[in-house]
């Protein structure tokens, strides 16, 4: 948010805190047991992407990935565990979010994240910053950045558990 409003002076009494979340799973699903690779979550409030929403879900829906989407306000607290629990990684398609409080109960599972926003990313183990998802055209650089990390990640013998941990230790 300092660097949409461009008021610099102040940013070292900015600190970031991890926002309350109501959802705190007990029973976290292994990632070789969940079935969803990619959840596609998408919040247009603040800034209407939804074409460039549109060109990027058509393009991971055209590879080998198993998506879902999921859009802000559109969603039941029971549907959004179930798909957090069965997700390996989610997009959080949003602009200039503040809060990003669904964003962060989703990642209570153990969901590795993909945003444009940085303030979003805690560290390169939870999440990862792709500032191509701010493209207003053509989305294949952002497919293919994501695409490439989703790879690497998917060779390893990620822990669910342990991300969800780390996740929600840090400030």
Do not use: W
């Not at 008021?7 to 990632?31: A, D």
């Amino acid at each position: 948010m300092i660097n949409r409003t461009n008021i610099f002076i102040n940013r070292n009494k900015f600190i970031i805190i991890r926002p309350c979340t109501n959802i705190k799973p007990t029973n976290i699903k292994s990632f070789g047991k969940r079935k969803i690779d990619i959840l596609f979550f998408q919040k247009y409030a603040d800034l209407n992407r939804q074409k460039q929403g549109n060109l990027l879900l058509n393009l991971f829906k055209n590879s080998t990935k198993t998506v879902e989407t999921i859009k802000y306000g559109n969603y039941s607290k029971e549907r959004i565990k179930e798909l957090a629990n069965n997700s390996k990684f989610i997009i959080y398609f949003s602009f200039f979010d503040t809060g990003a409080i669904g964003l962060k109960e989703i990642q209570n599972y153990g969901v590795i994240a993909f945003s444009h926003q940085k303030e979003f990313i805690i560290d390169n183990f939870t999440s990862y910053y792709i500032p191509e998802l701010q493209n207003e055209g053509n989305m294949t650089q952002a497919f293919n950045k994501i695409m490439s990390i989703i790879e690497k990640l998917s060779k390893m013998k990620l822990k669910a558990e342990l991300i969800a941990k780390k996740k929600s230790s840090n400030k």
